[in-house]
């Protein structure tokens, strides 16, 4: 079983549409979750950063942890064309644990 | 953009050849990462440095090694390279304060003929 597992989708919503993106993990030491935007043949950028359970707002964006389900979302209102791209999920324990786990990535595309 | 450069963009290259990535770290970032990025497995961490010591390692292959620079840039050599090293490689920086924060570059392509 991966430590981080992603549904790579791909996913193709209308102009508007809330998005959902969803990520599972095994160990129970994550405590620190990212999502990264990826655009084709860029570098991965950061998007939300989140500590332990709870909610993060950022306009339009919207991080969930649930560490006792060991389940993290990302949710996007009113998606914009500009906004089709990969979304990763990354985590670590963080203390002296470094590297961060990604998921595979989620390949979104927004219709206008 | 991030502030983490890394050139060439793009490396081509054959079988049994060696190659070296550079990476200029955000400035007052100490700490730098390198990650392979590949179809089937995605982003992987390889190795970090911190202000020119190695402080972590993960699935990094003996053919493979890094060094952090006391201007703080960081090289990853690939030696050897076989045909299954062709992939994106992306160098991180974070600040001191915070490792847990990586900004990413753009990435080098190497393609492994």
């Known amino acids: 079983q991966k430590e981080v597992e992603q549904d790579p989708g791909p996913l193709s919503v209308p102009e508007g549409a809330i998005v959902s993106l969803n990520c599972t993990y095994s160990?129970?030491?994550?405590?620190?979750f990212m999502w990264y935007r990826q655009y084709s043949r860029k570098g991965p950028e950061l998007l939300m950063y989140t500590y332990s359970s709870g909610n993060k707002e950022d306009g339009r964006f919207t991080a969930q942890v649930d560490k006792s389900s060991k389940y993290i979302s990302l949710f996007i209102r009113d998606s914009q064309p500009s906004d089709s791209a990969t979304y990763l999920c990354a985590m670590n324990s963080g203390g002296s644990n470094y590297k961060l786990t990604f998921g595979k990535g989620t390949l979104l595309t927004v219709n206008p | 953009d991030s502030g983490v450069t890394q050139t060439p963009k793009h490396l081509i290259t054959a079988t049994g050849q060696r190659v070296t990535l550079r990476c200029s770290p955000r400035s007052g970032d100490l700490s730098v990462y390198w990650y392979q990025q590949s179809l089937d497995q995605g982003l992987q961490f390889l190795i970090q440095?911190?202000?020119?010591?190695?402080?972590a390692k993960g699935n990094i292959l003996e053919r493979f090694s890094a060094q952090q620079f006391p201007d703080l840039h960081s090289e990853l050599n690939l030696s050897s390279l076989e045909l299954g090293d062709s992939a994106l490689y992306f160098c991180a920086s974070s600040p001191s304060t915070s490792t847990n924060i990586q900004y990413f570059g753009a990435g080098t392509r190497l393609s492994v003929l």
């Open positions: 440095y911190y202000n020119g010591e190695e402080r």
């Open positions: 160990n129970s030491a994550f405590q620190y």
